[in-house]
């Protein structure tokens, strides 16, 4: 996308640097909020395909160059295997994300994640790359 219609409703002082990162903030919050909450399952090809649905969905949003969504099996806690229908899945909490996203406004580039981090007790989002 070279032409940007909503670049007039910004600052004119913020950079693209500051607009790549601003996406790549926005990008990780929308995914988070959308997500948790999200009926999963601890069945490996279910992963599989949440995983690939969710990266190819926000992939549509502009500037998105890459998207990677994963789920943490190991902090899951459904038992697929149960036999109460009601322990077969869970809803998706937001440290049981794992999020790559890769943003590029005008050329500069942006990569963002969303891990759980133990030290922290926290699914941080933060600027990895830019």
Known sequence: ???DPAEKFFSPKLSARERA???????????????VGFPVSRK???LKLLGEAFS???SLQPYRVKVKVSI??????????????YR???ALKGDQLNV???VSYKNVKARACLRYLPELGYPLMY???L
């Open 1 to 3: 996308m070279t032409e």
């Open 21 to 35: 990162v601003f996406e790549a903030g926005v990008a990780l919050g929308a995914i988070y909020h959308q997500l």
């Open 44 to 46: 490996p090809e279910v």
């Open 56 to 58: 190819k969905a926000f």
């Open 72 to 85: 943490a099996e190991d902090r899951l806690s459904s038992r697929p295997e149960d036999s109460s229908p």
């Open 88 to 90: 077969r899945y869970e």
């Open 100 to 102: 790559e996203v890769e």
């Open 127 to 129: 600027v990895e790359d």
